[in-house]
T-cell receptor, first 111, second 116 residues
């Protein structure tokens, strides 16, 4: 089946630093989504991307839909302690099909 | 944003009993809902796709007779774990698809199932 390669698997950063993570795929997706999951909670949608080349921001978060439709990245600027959690990328082929998830990036922020 | 609730948030049951987990979309209609299972420090694993008014579609390796799914209305899907065993202990998460929001999927807060 389809798989997404998400990297890095984990990262430890100082508060205030910028963070970058990305996902790549061997196949094309028509929608890319980025989620954050806190321990014991369900994933929360951060950013949705619908067009190849699209660059979208949500506060300190910026994500881009790769021009080939096979990759996406998420940047977090000026990290703060509450950014700690697991970030998942997810790809969607079409409307009501299941999401394909990356394996997640575990972010730790050191104050 | 769209709100999806799950009930219960955590449940402990004895081996051999059945447990029902509810997933509700609170402020939108969801013709499609998905059920996932998540093991510690791992990503979400899709179990089944639930469509309102029709039978669920199960992923390979997921026993349909063990994990019963009912999507009786546009805002409610239920997952029943029948004859639960300790290996069924896991974090179960549902998501609901919002057509009104360009097919974005919104997740419930999850249900922690522990089978003793």
């Amino acid at each position: 089946g389809q798989q997404l390669n998400q990297s890095p698997q984990s990262m430890f950063i100082q508060e205030g630093e910028d963070v970058s993570m990305n996902c790549t795929s061997s196949s094309i997706f028509n929608t890319w989504l980025w989620y954050k999951q806190d321990p014991g909670e369900g994933p929360v949608l951060l950013i949705a991307l619908y067009k190849a080349g699209e660059l979208t921001s949500n506060g300190r978060l910026t994500a881009q839909f790769g021009i080939t439709r096979k990759d996406s990245f998420l940047n977090i600027s000026a990290s703060i302690p509450s950014d700690v959690g697991i970030y998942f990328c997810a790809g969607l082929v079409s409307g009501n099909t299941p999401l394909v998830f990356g394996k997640g990036t575990r972010l730790s922020v050191i104050a | 944003g769209a709100v999806v609730s799950q009930h219960p948030s955590r449940v402990i049951c004895k081996s051999g009993t059945s447990v029902k987990i509810e997933c509700r979309s609170l402020d939108f209609q969801a013709t499609t809902m998905f059920w996932y299972r998540q093991f510690p420090k791992q990503s979400l694993m899709l179990m089944a796709t639930s469509n309102e008014g029709s039978k669920a579609t199960y992923e390979q390796g997921v026993e349909k007779d063990k994990f019963l799914i009912n999507h009786a209305s546009l805002t409610l899907s239920t997952l029943t774990v029948t004859s639960a065993h300790p290996e069924d202990s896991s974090f179960y998460i549902c998501s609901a698809l919002s057509r009104a929001r360009s097919y974005e999927q919104y997740f419930g807060p999850g249900t922690r199932l522990t089978v003793t």
